[in-house]
């Protein structure tokens, strides 16, 4: 009998332990969920809000991007100066706002965040040549558009283009841009002869000056759909221009008009003299 009884206190006493244990361990488990489900809260509410510092910004380019260091300091400046956005206070649409301010972004294409991580993504304005501007040179697309970036000479002709002096006047500007596009599509002209158009120059009443490399100036004329209309064509006056420079007399003209004279009147060097003379 007393067998018994001490049986049976052992086994009240194991079941105590175990149920002991058993809200010990519910305990701690509900502790560690409790603990998850804060962090989890706080992750969330963290994610609404970014602030946009030096070190946390990265800049990803797709394709070959001329001036990059530019493009790079002139993005960064303008995503720090957001400073924090709070996507519960429509902060998304600020930062795109702001970010579409910089002057090498042509617009923004997609914006997004996921996680702790905010990504957007860009369209950039490719430059197309160099504006003269007063005391400045300022890069400009292909749209005249100006690009907040102020560069040297050296900088424009390292990077292939060409700069444009058109006295400040708009609708000049915007048409030297297509006298620009014939230069760079036709640079095997020059190329072949070792010589560079370096700057593309309005003169009085609309017309144009083509400025190479070793110091002449080719005058070519009106631009296509400019104010006036020239006798030869933009075929036409590429051709005196590959006969100007293939001649070795043809060094001495510094200033050879390329648009009323017809293709071959140009090819010797007495022509060309008899040019530069009236």
């Known amino acids: 009998m007393e067998q018994s009884n001490s049986v049976r206190s052992d086994e009240r006493a194991r079941r105590r ?12 488990s509900a502790a560690v969920c409790a603990f998850t489900l804060l962090c989890v809260l706080a992750l969330v509410k963290q994610s609404y809000r970014f602030r946009l510092r030096k070190e946390t910004i990265r800049l990803r380019f797709r394709k070959a991007v001329l001036f990059r260091e530019d493009v790079d300091r002139a993005i960064k400046g303008a ?7 709070d996507l519960a206070e429509n902060g998304l649409a600020k930062l ?37 501007r007063g005391s400045r040179l300022l890069l400009c697309d292909r749209k005249a558009r100006t690009i907040t970036s102020r560069v ?16 400040g006047v708009r609708r000049w500007e915007k048409a030297a841009m297509c006298i620009c596009d014939i230069v760079y599509k036709n640079r095997a002209v020059c190329d072949a002869y070792g010589v560079k158009i370096t700057m593309v120059k ?12 070793d110091g002449r100036l080719f005058e070519w004329g009106y631009a296509p759909g400019g104010p006036g209309v020239d006798y030869l064509s933009v075929k036409e006056k590429l051709g005196n221009l590959r006969l100007v420079l293939r ?20 090819s010797d060097g007495r022509g060309l003299e008899q040019r530069r003379r009236q």
């Open 152 to 167: 040297s000479f050296a900088d424009v002709a390292g990077n292939g283009l060409v700069v444009v002096d058109a006295g």
């Open 79 to 85: 995503l720090r100066s957001v400073g924090t956005i």
């Open 202 to 213: 309005a003169s009085a009443g609309g017309r144009f000056n083509l400025v190479s490399s």
């Open 17 to 28: 332990a175990e149920f002991s244990t058993r809200i010990a361990l519910f305990a701690s």
């Open 96 to 132: 795109i706002r702001r970010v579409e301010r910089c002057g090498w972004i042509e617009r923004v294409v997609w914006a997004e965040a996921v996680g702790l991580r905010l990504r957007i993504g860009v369209s950039l304005r490719q430059p197309f040549a160099a504006l003269v």
């Open 247 to 266: 001649n070795p007399e043809a060094r001495r003209c510094k200033r050879v008009v390329l648009w009323s004279a017809p293709v071959g009147q140009v």
